[in-house]
């Protein structure tokens, strides 16, 4: 602050509503002192309001539109599948499949039509056709597509392979489903599901075939397959039927679980079963 002259205090001009002549050294001293705290703190209002006024960085903000458009326009070797497309596929293929008389070759033509002006095989639209013909219990419908499908080197899944012996089941081909079962026995050796092996033995068990029923649950065994609480009872209602109580008691301690469940009211109660033994 610049110095305060004696002159400049008798011109008569006064400061904040303080007569200048009329002001002492002390009086000066302590204005001079309330000026420069208040410059000082103008100043770094001054110095605040200059940072909030400052220029935004748009070099981030650039940067993150600039990744958002590449990954919009990003290009891949796939082409991404419409669900909807391909269920107007299955849709079509039923709807062709129900017209047609239950003959191999009529079919079989039908289905190559269907297609024949594809890039690749309709792998998705073919098995939501099989999955509408299994709601609405066209069985024979499900054999001839499932084994087009197998014919073809497609859907060799154990869906498909379950599907199938459902058909077969449900159709009364219990020959067909054996042949099925011992070629996916020796193909797929290590990675045959639980759930298959229980749809080969509630089959067998549907048609009253004791023997079968414990033929399959030796493959299990051998497999390492452990079986579910359904496949227990249809074995050892096999024993039984086959007059092997004492095998029946030992299977049943091995593998059957040591609770159950029951509805008491209103509620699901975990209670032991009776007649453990273990």
């Not at 004696?6 to 302590?30: D, I």
């Not at 039509?113 to 999955?131: D, N, S, V, Y």
Request: proline share 2%.
């Amino acid at each position: 602050m610049a110095q305060v002259g004696v002159g400049w205090f008798s011109s008569g001009c006064s400061y904040r509503g303080f007569p200048l002549q009329k002001l002492t050294s002390s009086a000066v001293h302590a204005t001079t002192k309330k000026v420069t705290s208040v410059n000082y703190i103008d100043c770094s209002n001054n110095h605040r309001n200059r940072r909030s006024l400052a220029p935004l960085n748009t070099s981030s903000i650039e940067k993150k539109s600039n990744k958002k458009q590449s990954r919009e326009t990003e290009h891949h070797l796939w082409m991404k599948r419409d669900s909807a497309e391909s269920g107007h596929k299955a849709l079509n293929l039923v709807h062709i499949i129900s017209e047609l008389p239950n003959e191999k070759t009529a079919v079989y033509g039908a289905l190559d039509k269907w297609t024949a002006w594809e890039t690749e095989f309709p792998l998705i639209a073919a098995a939501k056709a099989l999955r509408i013909l299994r709601q609405r219990s066209r069985w024979s419908h499900v054999i001839q597509v499932a084994k087009w499908m197998l014919s073809k080197g497609q859907g060799l899944t154990m869906g498909t392979y379950d599907t199938l012996l459902l058909a077969f089941d449900m159709d009364g081909r219990v020959d067909e489903a054996e042949t099925l079962w011992n070629m996916i026995v020796h193909t797929h050796t290590r990675s045959i599901s639980r759930r298959l092996c229980s749809r080969m033995i509630s089959l067998y068990h549907h048609h009253h075939m004791p023997d079968k029923v414990i033929e399959v649950f030796a493959d299990m065994e051998e497999l390492g397959v452990k079986p579910d609480e359904d496949t227990v009872k249809r074995v050892a209602r096999a024993f039984q039927e086959l007059g092997q109580e004492e095998n029946e008691k030992l299977f049943v301690n091995k593998y059957q679980c040591k609770w159950k469940y029951l509805h008491f009211n209103g509620e699901r109660v975990k209670v032991k079963r009776d007649g453990w033994n273990g």
